[in-house]
DNA sequence: AATCGTGATGTAAAGCTTTTCATTCACCCT
DNA sequence: AGGGTGAATGAAAAGCTTTACATCACGATT
């Protein structure tokens, strides 16, 4: 025996597919009596809509697609919440995928959307990815995508973001205001587009403070926990050791840190570290993280409405949200500016 | 001008729909230059299927539904992982829907699924949850659900976990064998199943070696960091003081150790702390957390495979996995047992 | 040469809902 | 009493795809 359609419940309740419909969608138009007949008659069957009939009229799904390169990164816990209450407030459904940054997952979502399964798409992930090779996507270009956090070089993509350059610049600021004068900055995948701005951020601060910048100063790593602790490897065997550290995420400061800890250096005293992103654990290690705090909920309440506007034929520019220093115990002044 | 449909593509090629549809899934049946002039069409008018289209005629989504009550909580990450693995070898899309614990949002994904946008569902959440309230759910049952991690006392659901009780039992008894006699307990809320489970197990472990059991080295808390915290305080008010906590999950773990560390008190020379679930946090915190880890990759995958046996119709029965005790920097023997 | 088989393609129905337009009916007003 | 008004409901089309079945052509077999 298989579902219910609306057929069977008109005909339990004596009246037409067409009736049915309108008591489940405009209650207020249907006689109070009818109504009632029909509902028992829904309660009765057990009867749901079929969304497929339903998307296939309508020709929209009342859902939002978020695609996040790695659901395990709990930097974007907080941009969904975001995402997810003005999805709610609008009558979207917030549905999430994640690709793990495999290219056969990627395009299993972007077809999702193409398919019309999602109304839009919101894109936390690489903006190199897929998205835009897509044959088509940007000739039809009738399918609303806004990206988060991410500004690649895609212009004619709606963004979110912050300020990266002057974000990682502030960070590094701070430690020079400090006393430190020796900095060493540990990067992210250097394909990444955040990278190469906070990267800049960083030279760009050195460079204003009249500080001289040397190559092995700049440590590689991929914003993996594991790449932190290979950091801290290259930093005990440079030559000219540096005063403090910023780092391109928490995650990599905080395997930094970790790594430190087993080799008895302590933070902040033998060398400041400074994060990015302020993540979920910033607050709560050990020494706790001083970072640069992205308003995450806010970019993803921001980026929702962005992609709402766009659904509704607007035509909406980009947004760039402010960043905050948070000074916590991971950082201190050097023995000289004390 | 709206989307291309199959109907347009067969016009420009010169053929009827059904051999467009042929091409797209059965390409071998259908004479190679057909195909190519097909192909052809299909890449200059951009086509797509239209999966509402193409759902409501084949009674399937090829959506698998996962539902998570909190996606900000990093445990549900690696379940995810491999939930993502078996369901793409499945030729399944995953998509997550994130309930943060709000009744009108479960209420959503329930509706989700019994709409028939997905084929089936896999519970992260509460089983208490709405899920079992939907009129009909049960009545019908034809909609393939399997819970994962938490088994309630809806035994009528397919569900995956570990023995938690077992497990509990055995963090405690690993402190017991390190010298602890006075081994408190930070518990989850109370309302979960879970906490009521790693609850016993604490007590049988501690009765099954003799040792006094004392209502106020029972703390609660609820799975945050910040009542990991607040337990701590509780724990400074303590007139017997304990030399070990065995706490209900890592979250809270950290929270009490770092607001031990604040005051002074060292882990683990001062108490040693267990916590519970093996997060990827609790290797790179200080100190590196001992902990009970549940095989969540394999948790993930085996739930998969449990829908999509009861997709086709077998009869699978619930399934428990093994736990395994990680020993870290977070314990240490008694000086009695050294 | 007639028949059969086979491979390739077309036809048409089914899947379920929303929505426009038409119809019916009751009631009111003049 | 007749026409008009408005509310309530019904009939039917449209939305797009898959698939069972029919058709057709052509080569092979006997």
Redesign the interface.
């Known amino acids: 025996m298989s ?1 219910p359609t609306i057929e069977d419940v008109a005909r339990i309740a004596g009246v037409s597919i067409a009736t049915v419909s309108r008591c489940l969608h405009l209650p207020d138009v249907v006689a109070p009596n009818t109504r009632e007949r029909v509902l028992a008659a829904v ?1 009765q069957t ?1 009867y ?9 009229r309508q020709r929209r ?1 009342n ?1 939002v697609l978020v695609v996040v390169p790695d ?2 990164n ?1 930097f ?3 941009i ?2 975001g995402i ?1 209450q003005e999805a ?1 407030a609008a009558g979207l ?6 690709t ?1 940054r495999v290219k ?2 990627e395009d ?2 972007v ?2 959307l ?4 999602a109304d839009g798409a919101l894109l936390l992930a690489d903006p190199q990815a897929a998205w835009f090779d897509i ?2 996507v940007n ?2 270009g ?1 399918r609303p995508i806004v990206t988060i956090s991410e500004v690649g070089p895609h212009q004619q993509t709606i963004a979110v973001s912050i300020d990266n350059e002057a974000a990682a610049q502030a960070a590094v600021s701070h430690l020079i205001a400090q006393g430190h004068r020796l900095i060493a900055h540990l990067t992210g995948p250097l394909t990444n587009i955040l990278t190469r701005q906070r990267l800049d951020g960083y030279r760009r601060a050195l460079a204003d403070a009249g500080l001289t910048w040397r190559q092995d100063h700049e440590l590689p790593g991929d914003f993996g ?1 594991a790449s932190g ?1 290979a950091a801290f490897a290259l930093y005990r065997a440079l030559d000219v050791k540096p005063t403090a550290i910023f780092c391109a995420n928490d995650e990599t400061a ?2 930094f ?2 790594s430190a ?1 087993c080799a008895g250096v302590i933070v902040p005293r033998d060398i400041s570290v400074v994060g990015f992103d302020d993540i ?2 910033a607050q ?3 020494p706790a993280l001083t970072t640069v705090r992205q308003p995450r909920a806010e970019m993803g309440a921001t980026a929702m409405r962005l992609l709402l506007s766009i659904i509704a034929n607007e035509a909406p520019a980009s947004i760039r949200l402010p960043f905050e220093l948070v000074l916590r115990d991971s950082t201190a002044a050097t023995f000289a500016a004390r």
């Open positions: 579902r309660r057990g749901t809509l079929n969304a497929a009939a339903q998307s296939l799904s859902t659901i395990g709990t974007f816990a907080e969904l919440g997810q709610s459904t917030m549905l999430i995928g994640d793990g056969a997952r299993a979502y077809r999702y193409l398919n019309g399964r044959p088509n000739v039809l009738i926990v602790r905080m395997g840190i970790s800890h979920h654990f709560s290690y050990i």
